[in-house]
């Protein structure tokens, strides 16, 4: 194979001294439980969740992780999502009621663990038992849709819309 002698000339003399291509820090981001940071849940929820994004942005579009916390006894009635939702228990007793008018007698407890993805538009209603923490992701923008709107908690005397 033959090159040029200005070809030889760069490769050997001159590429060497030129600055290096500059590529974006690469850097993990890790969320040890004791350094999430809780904000207060979003007025879609019933008061007392609390939630912590970790990736990406719920209310936008595109991929996004977030965890809710909730107190022992807190339900969220029936409700949908207009894209499939992806859940995972990290602790607590979560109890999930799925068809037209769920009830608690009906609900499936998940143990701290389970996965579950239900498809969009499924009605469904939650149920707590202790402290209860899960994980969602998925693509947002996240959406809650009650099916009674006197349920939601935007309707409500002094909520906010």
Do not use: C
Not at 38 to 53: E, F, Y
């Amino acid at each position: 194979m033959k090159i040029s002698i200005l070809t030889f000339i760069y490769i050997v003399l001159l590429a060497p001294a030129l600055p290096a291509a500059k590529h974006p820090a690469m850097q993990a981001n890790i969320y040890p439980p004791a350094k999430i940071e809780w904000k207060a849940g979003p007025p879609s929820l019933p008061p007392g969740a609390q939630i912590a994004v970790l990736e990406g942005d719920p209310t936008k579009e595109g991929m996004f992780v977030m965890r809710i916390r909730v107190p022992n006894g807190y339900h969220i009635p029936a409700h949908t999502h207009p894209k499939p939702e992806r859940v995972t228990i990290i602790q607590g007793t979560f109890k999930l009621a799925m068809g037209e008018n769920p009830k608690v007698a009906d609900a499936q407890i998940l143990p701290v663990g389970t996965f579950g993805v239900w498809p969009a538009g499924m009605v469904h209603a939650v149920w707590i038992e202790g402290e209860t923490i899960v994980q969602l992701h998925g693509m947002g923008p996240w959406v809650i849709n009650y099916v009674n709107p006197a349920d939601d908690p935007r309707n409500k005397s002094g909520g906010q819309k």
